[in-house]
C-alpha cells in the first residue's frame, strides 16, 4: 500500500481528541479514496465537494448496507427515519415532524427555554461554581426537546443518561459488537417510548408524540417501528448536536478572548458569533453517504459499496471557502458553514439549535461578569464520539 500523506483515524483516541491538526493534509490534494479496517472509505474534505455530495441525495444515499445477520440489530432495525431514508419515504418522514418545528412553534418555546436557561446559571452562581457543560449545557437542551416530546421534565437526567451511552457506541470499531451499556440504553430507550406512545394513543395531549401517533392512526403514514424509530431519534438529535454547540462555542469565547471582550461590548453580536462557533468547532464532524452505483467526484472515482465521508468540520475549514479558516473570529461574513449539513437532510431543528444556543449565552452574560476557563493548562476531555465533538467538562472561575 501507497504510503499516505494524512491520517484519519476516528477510532484513535488521540485523534478524538483533536482531529483539526490532520484536516489540512486533506484539504491540500484531489477527493481521495483509501481503505479503512473494514470497509472501503472514501473521504470527501473539501467545501465544494461536500457540498456536492450532500445535495445529490439520487448519487449519494442516506440508506446504509443491511447489517451483517450476526450483528446486533437493535430494537429499531429495518425501521426509516429522516436521518437514513431517501425520497420518497424522507419527504414522508420530514413532512411529519415539521409541522413542530416551524418558525411559529419555536417562537412559542422562547419564554421557557428563557426561564429553563435562567433557573440554571443561578443555581451554579448561588453554588460559586459554574461547569458549561455540566450545569448548563447538557440540561437545558434535552430538557427543551423532553417538554416538546411530553415527556416529565423529571425523567431529563435519565434521558441524557441513555442518550450519551447510545452516541458513546460511534467509536465502536466496524464489526466489533456494540458496547454492553449502549445495547441497555437503546432497549430502556425503546421500551420507555413504546410505552409512552401507547399511553398518547389513549389519552393524546398537544406534544409532539401524540402529534405522531395521530398521524400514524389517521393515514398510517408511519409504520409502528417507524413512530419509535422517530420518538427516540429526536430525543437524542434535538439534544446532543446543541449541547455539543454552547459546550464548543463557549470553549471557542474563552480560547479567544478578544473575541469574547467584543461579545460583551456588542452582545448584537451574538447570533453572529454563533454561526461562526459552528464553523470553527461545530458539534457534528462528518457525516455518511452511500454510493449504490459507481460515481466520479471531480478526479476521483468512487465505487459502489464505498462509505462516503463527508468531513463536514474540515469543510468548514477549508481556505478556498474561509479565509484564514483556523482564526475564530465572530465577525466573519458570509459565513456558509455546512454545520447542520445541507440538501434535503438540512437540520430541522437548525432554528431550534440557534435560539438555545443564543438563549444560553445570553443568560451566561447577564448572570456572570467574567467568564474564564478555572485552569486554562488542564486537559480537556471529549465525550461521545468523533462524529459527535462535545465536551465531558468545561469549568469556569466565577471570580
Not at 453572529?272 to 457525516?287: C, F, H, K, N
Not at 459507481?294 to 465521508?309: N, Q, R
Not at 476531555?381 to 471570580?399: P, T
Request: net charge negative.
Amino acid at each position: 500500500m501507497v504510503e499516505q500523506a494524512y491520517y484519519f483515524n476516528p477510532w484513535d483516541p488521540e485523534f478524538r481528541a483533536n482531529p483539526y491538526p490532520h484536516y489540512p493534509a486533506l484539504l491540500a490534494g484531489p477527493p481521495r479514496v483509501t481503505i479503512l479496517p473494514g470497509a472501503p472509505f472514501a473521504l470527501v474534505a473539501r467545501y465544494r465537494d461536500a457540498i456536492t455530495v450532500l445535495r445529490d441525495h439520487a448519487n449519494f444515499s442516506s440508506v446504509g448496507p443491511p447489517p451483517p445477520p450476526d450483528q446486533y440489530q437493535g430494537p429499531f432495525a429495518g425501521s426509516k427515519n429522516v436521518l437514513n431514508s431517501d425520497p420518497p419515504d424522507h419527504t414522508r418522514l420530514r413532512r411529519l415532524v415539521s409541522r413542530d418545528f416551524t418558525p411559529r412553534r419555536i417562537r412559542e418555546l422562547e419564554p421557557r427555554i428563557r426561564e429553563i436557561a435562567r433557573t440554571l446559571v443561578d443555581k451554579a452562581a448561588m453554588r460559586g461554581e459554574f461547569d458549561v457543560m455540566a450545569d448548563l449545557a447538557n440540561i437545558l437542551p434535552v430538557m427543551v426537546i423532553a417538554e416538546m416530546l411530553g415527556v416529565p421534565a423529571d425523567k431529563s437526567a435519565m434521558f441524557k443518561d441513555w442518550s450519551d451511552r447510545i452516541i458513546a457506541a460511534g467509536n465502536t470499531i466496524p464489526g466489533a459488537p456494540p458496547p454492553a451499556e449502549a445495547v441497555q440504553a437503546l432497549e430502556a430507550l425503546a421500551e420507555y417510548f413504546g410505552g409512552e406512545i401507547e399511553r398518547r394513543r389513549r389519552h393524546p395531549g398537544a406534544d409532539l408524540v401524540s402529534a405522531l401517533v395521530a398521524a400514524h392512526d389517521d393515514s398510517d403514514a408511519l409504520s409502528a417501528g417507524e413512530l419509535l424509530s422517530f420518538v427516540s431519534l429526536l430525543l437524542i438529535a434535538g439534544n446532543e448536536t446543541t449541547t455539543n454547540l454552547i459546550g464548543n462555542g463557549a470553549l471557542a469565547l474563552m480560547h479567544n478572548p478578544a473575541q469574547l471582550e467584543m461579545l460583551r461590548r456588542e452582545p448584537a453580536m451574538l447570533p453572529r458569533a454563533i454561526e461562526e462557533m459552528l464553523r470553527y468547532d461545530g458539534p457534528v464532524q462528518s457525516t455518511a453517504r452511500f454510493p449504490k452505483s459507481a460515481v466520479k467526484l471531480v478526479d476521483a472515482e468512487i465505487p459502489a459499496g464505498s462509505i462516503v465521508v463527508v468531513v463536514i468540520a474540515a469543510a468548514n475549514r477549508d481556505p478556498a471557502q474561509f479565509p484564514d479558516p483556523e482564526r475564530f473570529d465572530i465577525t466573519r461574513d458570509p459565513n456558509d458553514h455546512l454545520a447542520f449539513g445541507e440538501g434535503i437532510h438540512f437540520c430541522i431543528g437548525a432554528p431550534l439549535a440557534r435560539m438555545e444556543a443564543n438563549i444560553a449565552f445570553s443568560a451566561m452574560f447577564e448572570r456572570f461578569a467574567r467568564l474564564r476557563l478555572r485552569d486554562p493548562d488542564a486537559k480537556l476531555n471529549y465525550k461521545g464520539s468523533y462524529f459527535l465533538r462535545g465536551l465531558d467538562s468545561l469549568k469556569v472561575a466565577l471570580d
